[in-house]
């Protein structure tokens, strides 16, 4: 009995840790649509779509940057393009105290606010600005398919929101 004791006292022990590892450190999340292809391609291209994985510490320690494609959740925001209780990726288009401009509008981002936007013109609808709150980690790198694996790198360049100074 006390061996199949341990090994119950193992399994709870390591799916323990295994769960505080995805809600503190990493996890891994399987992309479904194209809103950020070319960068990350979805399920909806042809293929089998990204296998990522999102870091969850960086941002305890400092602020996202602009370039960087975040995951985030839909709490609060009235966005009616968003499914409610759905995790989205996008980049970071715009960061606090910035000026940008949003369907022809000067919009200045206040202090807990990032402006998202998808990669791709045609399907990486624009969701605005978001709270810091919503921000839940950065895309780090694509494990598969094995074609498309490496380092996912915060981009500037090809940003398709205009910006104010």
């Known amino acids: 009995m006390t061996k199949a004791r341990n090994i119950v006292i193992s399994i709870v022990v390591c ?5 505080a590892l995805k809600y503190c450190v990493a996890q891994t999340f399987h992309v479904v649509s194209n809103a950020m292809s070319p960068t990350l391609q979805g399920r909806d291209s042809g293929h089998c779509g990204d296998y990522i994985v999102v870091e969850k510490i960086a941002y305890r320690f400092r602020e996202p940057q602009k370039g960087e494609i975040v995951l985030f959740n839909t709490k609060g925001l009235s966005n009616p393009s968003l499914n409610p209780n759905v995790h989205y990726l996008r980049r970071i288009a715009g960061v606090p105290g910035e000026t940008v401009i949003i369907k022809n509008e000067k919009k200045q981002l206040s202090d807990n606010e990032f ?16 709270s810091r709150d919503n921000i839940m980690g950065r895309a780090i790198c694509i494990y598969f398919p094995f074609d498309r694996l490496g380092k996912i790198e915060a981009s500037r360049s090809d940003l398709h929101i205009q910006q104010m100074k």
């Open 115 to 130: 402006l998202i936007s998808g990669d791709s013109p045609e399907n990486g609808i624009e969701i605005g600005p978001i």
């Open 15 to 19: 799916f323990t840790l295994l769960q």
